[in-house]
């Protein structure tokens, strides 16, 4: 497994910018598709970004063009730009791993809190 730890999370107000970090040690990255989740109280935990080896990427609908996930392997860093937010972005986000060829994640982050402001 790698050992992730996200940074970044905080309060903004609607409509503002914030960008979350997840650094990554332990096995080797460049081998892991890497994805962000998130969990609103009261909610199940989502896929809301996904980033391959490839560094093909996919988005749930609801953030489609205004978050942005990035992988830098050279700093072992995953990075979710997220722009334009809304209160309904309000969650605890966790930056997750899973080897080539593996269905499920078994590498995750211990989770950052963003809140949106109205």
């Known amino acids: 497994q790698v050992q992730l730890v996200e940074s970044g999370g905080g309060l903004v107000q609607t409509g503002g910018s914030l960008r979350l970090s997840c650094a990554a040690s332990g096995r080797t990255f460049e081998n892991y598709h890497l994805a962000w989740f998130r969990q609103a109280p009261g909610q199940q935990r989502e896929l809301i970004a996904f980033?391959?080896?490839?560094?093909?990427?996919n988005y749930k609908d609801s953030v489609k063009g205004r978050f942005t996930i990035s992988r830098d392997n050279a700093k072992n860093t995953l990075y979710l730009q997220m722009n334009s937010l809304k209160p309904e972005d309000t969650a605890v986000y966790y930056c997750a791993g899973r080897t080539f060829g593996a269905t499920k994640y078994d590498s995750w982050g211990q989770g950052t809190q963003v809140t949106v402001s109205s």
């Open positions: 980033i391959a080896i490839t560094f093909q990427t």
